[in-house]
């Protein structure tokens, strides 16, 4: 039973991973041919491909990390290697919910109608409100590594001067447990910003809909499909996000459990769902993304189709 389960977890995790750096590969790569194509870019496609770059990274460092920590518990890894691999995957952990904070941010801008002062001077400044959460965010980002750094330095101390194997195991589980507390602790800034525009975007929704309740129910509205469309993603993201993080956590307090908990198996699966299905919402979010996919799953399937009639 519990070898299948394993199988099966295994099979989840690397489905989730390969499938992930596809989603995001064919983002990136989409967004850069029609760049180069066009030679200008806006300002979603922008962030939709630094976005779609830094969850690949996230990614493979998750893939490794979940990796390091399953197999090697027992204080075999070297500290080395698990102070560069956190680093990496906190960098671009980072940039990763802050530039979905900030595709939050510009469709509430863009789509949410409100008569405020304060409102329309953010809506005509985006790209100031986007280099004012980029500096907020290299200033957290400073803060986290440096916070990091000196918990995995307290640690190594620690490891050095008792050489009891009882001791070292017992304290290499909790350096992740501190690492990760330190990064979520950081991180819930960007998801509150999120959920405040996810709530501000239902509000202005509830304000259209009411401005527009004597309007014939067969007129089209833009401004509300906008709206709900905006708002799928945002909640998309903000529960993938309580996925990954409530995950991450069981996974490393997990051990605790010895090997009774089945459950702990699945962890790895919710941590990588963030990163690989957030690029499936994003791109069925988005219209130029949606078309495109859909036209090359169009293409594939023919020439699969055509391959079969070639080989009967």
């Given at each position: 039973?519990?070898?299948?389960?394993?199988?099966?977890?295994?099979?989840?995790?690397?489905?989730?991973?390969?499938?992930?750096?596809f989603?995001?590969?064919?983002?990136?790569?989409?967004?850069i041919?029609?760049?180069?194509?066009?030679?200008?870019?806006?300002?979603?496609?922008?962030?939709?491909?630094?976005?779609?770059?830094?969850?690949?990274?996230?990614?493979?460092?998750?893939?490794?990390?979940?990796?390091?920590?399953?197999?090697?518990?027992?204080a075999?890894?070297t500290?080395?290697?698990?102070?560069?691999?956190?680093?990496?995957?906190?960098?671009?952990?980072?940039?990763?919910?802050?530039?979905?904070?900030?595709?939050?941010?510009?469709?509430f801008?863009?789509?949410?109608?409100?008569?405020?002062?304060?409102?329309?001077?953010?809506?005509?400044?985006?790209?100031?409100?986007?280099?004012?959460?980029?500096?907020?965010?290299?200033?957290?980002?400073?803060l986290?590594?440096?916070?990091?750094?000196?918990?995995?330095?307290?640690?190594?101390?620690?490891?050095?001067?008792?050489?009891?194997?009882?001791?070292?195991?017992?304290?290499?589980?909790?350096?992740?447990?501190?690492?990760?507390?330190?990064?979520?602790?950081?991180?819930?800034?960007?998801?509150?910003?999120?959920?405040?525009?996810?709530?501000?975007?239902?509000?202005?929704?509830?304000?259209?809909?009411?401005?527009?309740?004597?309007?014939?129910?067969?007129?089209?509205?833009?401004?509300?499909?906008?709206?709900?469309n905006?708002?799928?993603?945002?909640?998309?993201?903000?529960?993938?996000?309580?996925?990954f993080?409530?995950?991450?956590?069981?996974?490393?307090?997990?051990?605790?459990?010895g090997?009774?908990?089945?459950?702990?198996?699945?962890?790895?699966?919710?941590?990588?769902?963030?990163?690989?299905?957030?690029?499936?919402?994003?791109?069925?979010?988005?219209?130029?993304?949606?078309?495109?996919?859909?036209?090359?799953?169009?293409?594939?399937?023919?020439?699969?189709?055509?391959?079969?009639?070639?080989?009967?």
């Amino acid at each position: 039973m519990r070898a299948a389960i394993q199988v099966l977890s295994a099979t989840m995790l690397n489905v989730e991973f390969i499938t992930g750096n596809f989603g995001n590969g064919f983002i990136a790569v989409l967004n850069i041919m029609d760049w180069v194509k066009r030679r200008k870019i806006s300002s979603v496609d922008q962030i939709l491909t630094a976005l779609a770059i830094s969850r690949i990274t996230v990614l493979w460092s998750l893939y490794i990390m979940v990796s390091i920590f399953s197999e090697y518990s027992d204080a075999e890894v070297t500290m080395t290697t698990v102070r560069l691999t956190y680093l990496i995957w906190v960098i671009f952990q980072h940039f990763s919910i802050w530039l979905a904070t900030i595709l939050s941010i510009l469709y509430f801008l863009k789509i949410a109608s409100f008569s405020n002062s304060i409102f329309l001077y953010l809506r005509w400044r985006f790209k100031k409100v986007v280099s004012v959460a980029l500096l907020m965010s290299l200033f957290l980002l400073f803060l986290n590594i440096l916070v990091s750094n000196i918990h995995i330095d307290m640690w190594m101390n620690k490891f050095k001067t008792n050489a009891s194997y009882s001791y070292k195991l017992k304290n290499f589980r909790q350096i992740p447990k501190l690492l990760v507390l330190t990064n979520s602790i950081v991180t819930l800034i960007p998801f509150a910003v999120s959920m405040t525009m996810f709530f501000l975007l239902i509000f202005s929704l509830w304000k259209h809909l009411k401005k527009i309740k004597h309007i014939a129910k067969n007129s089209r509205d833009a401004s509300g499909t906008a709206h709900i469309n905006a708002l799928k993603t945002v909640f998309a993201f903000l529960l993938l996000y309580v996925i990954f993080t409530f995950s991450l956590f069981v996974h490393l307090w997990s051990y605790e459990f010895g090997e009774r908990k089945l459950f702990k198996y699945f962890c790895p699966v919710g941590i990588i769902a963030f990163p690989s299905l957030h690029s499936f919402v994003l791109i069925l979010g988005n219209r130029k993304l949606r078309q495109t996919s859909l036209l090359v799953l169009s293409v594939l399937r023919c020439k699969i189709q055509g391959c079969a009639l070639l080989c009967f």
